[in-house]
């Protein structure tokens, strides 16, 4: 494994940590302008909604594993600024054609493809980036900071955002998380890092892609885990499409009480990111990850009490989920950026996040047409199932004994 060069210190990581908070702020406003501008300005059809919400993940199916190549073969500074700049062109184009009155559903697909495109060069950049950034025993550290961003962005950003629609309209919100990326492209611009240029390779695209694969599933430790947070996101994808099924209509929560219920989710994830490090450095990031990951199956079980039990149950549940997936995900990020050679990173990443992406798509789907057949319920006990088998997996795995050394 080739550590790189020495990280710059505090400054660099600062500028980058402040760039992905600006971001993250600006993607929550987003999340609640698009529905609105999609239902409301547009008037879209229910299959034309599907659409829109298809766009945004498609990339990553596409192009993840050629993102990935193209984020090794290049300086990933630069990548990770005109990704930035590209999303805002990207966004900056859908409020140019409203203000001309020439927005249409397809337009408005293409665009979303292309923002979707640059997000995944820009996150293949970004993880690949870090390690640069920070040394390597404070990996966990610096992907713990980010995660409470995001976890503070997505507390605090949907109610900003709906302020924002409200009082501008749901395309003018999507102009500030336009500006957004460009004041990100400004910091990401500005952070000192060196970076020597990659060795041209005169291997092919293909050679690279598999280079990439084989390092991520046939490592003995990474392999196991890989596949592990791959059916994870499968059984995700396809409860997180339940739980607005079953709190919406099951038992009957209001819009407000559905917005508290995501809070919850996200206060907790907050509280959790706060103490991977701590937690990491206590049992071993590699134990951590595994502990996390069997309270999934737990905290959806008490999910499936709420008939019984009375809707508080549901709020609980969404606190342990938080609390786990906040405590999780430093520690894992710790794990592929420690053991992942600085040359494979990008490939490693994109690679991940294209097959996690599509495995929760296919999540959702499947638990739309499921609880269609058979209702939520018996569908959840089914996602309950796969919840344990990620974290029998991971348990299965070499990471249980320990992975203290990235």
């Known amino acids: 494994m080739t550590d790189g060069p020495t990280p710059p210190g505090r400054a660099a990581f600062a500028r980058f940590w402040g760039a992905a908070a600006i971001s993250s702020f600006g993607t929550a406003v987003t999340a609640v302008a698009m529905p609105v501008l999609v239902v409301q300005v547009l008037g879209a059809t229910p299959f034309e909604v599907g659409l829109v919400n298809a766009a945004q993940f498609l990339p990553y199916a596409i192009v993840g594993l050629i993102a990935g190549v193209y984020a090794d073969r290049w300086r990933r500074r630069p990548l990770l600024v005109w990704?930035?700049?590209?999303?805002?062109?990207?966004?900056?184009?859908?409020?140019?054609?409203?203000?001309?009155?020439?927005?249409?559903?397809?337009?408005?697909?293409?665009?979303?493809?292309?923002?979707?495109t640059f997000a995944v060069f820009g996150f293949a950049a970004t993880q690949s980036l870090l390690p640069r950034l920070v040394p390597r025993t404070r990996l966990v550290h610096a992907n713990a900071r980010l995660d409470q961003t995001d976890a503070a962005a997505q507390t605090?950003?949907?109610?900003?955002?709906?302020?924002l629609v409200g009082?501008?309209?749901?395309?003018?919100a999507i102009a500030v998380d336009a500006v957004s990326y460009l004041v990100e492209a400004?910091?990401?611009?500005?952070?000192?890092?060196?970076?020597?240029?990659?060795?041209?390779?005169?291997?092919?695209?293909?050679?690279?892609?598999?280079?990439?694969?084989?390092?991520?599933?046939?490592?003995?430790?990474?392999?196991?885990?890989?596949?592990?947070t791959h059916v994870w996101f499968l059984a995700n994808g396809a409860a997180m499409t339940l739980l607005s099924l079953i709190a919406l209509r099951s038992l009957g929560f209001t819009a407000f009480w559905f917005?508290?219920?995501?809070?919850?989710?996200?206060?907790?994830?907050?509280?959790?990111?706060?103490?991977?490090?701590r937690v990491g450095e206590r049992i071993g990031s590699g134990r951590t990850v595994v502990l996390a990951r069997?309270?999934?199956?737990?905290?959806w079980l008490i999910v499936l009490t709420a008939p019984a039990f009375g809707d508080a149950v549901v709020f609980v549940a969404l606190a342990l989920l938080g609390l786990a997936a906040g405590v999780e995900n430093a520690n894992e990020m710790g794990i592929w950026q420690g053991l992942t050679p600085d040359e494979l990173l990008g490939r490693t990443n994109a690679t991940?996040?294209?097959?996690n992406r599509t495995a929760a798509a296919i999540g959702a789907?499947?638990?739309?047409?499921?609880?269609?057949?058979?209702?939520?319920?018996?569908?959840l006990m089914a996602v309950i199932l796969v919840f344990a088998a990620a974290a029998l997996i991971a348990w299965l795995s070499p990471i249980w004994s320990g992975t203290d050394h990235i």
């Open 83 to 116: 990704a930035s700049v590209g999303r805002a062109l990207s966004l900056a184009a859908i409020v140019v054609l409203w203000l001309l009155g020439a927005l249409e559903i397809w337009m408005l697909v293409v665009a979303l493809l292309a923002f979707g």
């Open 156 to 163: 605090l950003g949907p109610a900003v955002g709906g302020g």
């Open 167 to 172: 009082l501008l309209g749901a395309p003018v």
């Open 186 to 228: 400004a910091l990401s611009a500005s952070v000192p890092v060196q970076e020597p240029r990659p060795e041209r390779r005169a291997g092919r695209l293909r050679t690279e892609i598999r280079d990439g694969l084989r390092w991520t599933y046939r490592h003995p430790t990474l392999g196991p885990l890989a596949w592990s």
């Open 259 to 277: 917005g508290v219920l995501l809070a919850v989710f996200g206060v907790a994830s907050l509280v959790g990111a706060t103490a991977a490090p």
């Open 294 to 299: 069997a309270a999934y199956p737990g905290a």
């Open 352 to 355: 991940r996040r294209s097959v």
């Open 365 to 379: 789907v499947l638990a739309g047409v499921g609880a269609g057949f058979v209702g939520e319920w018996p569908v």
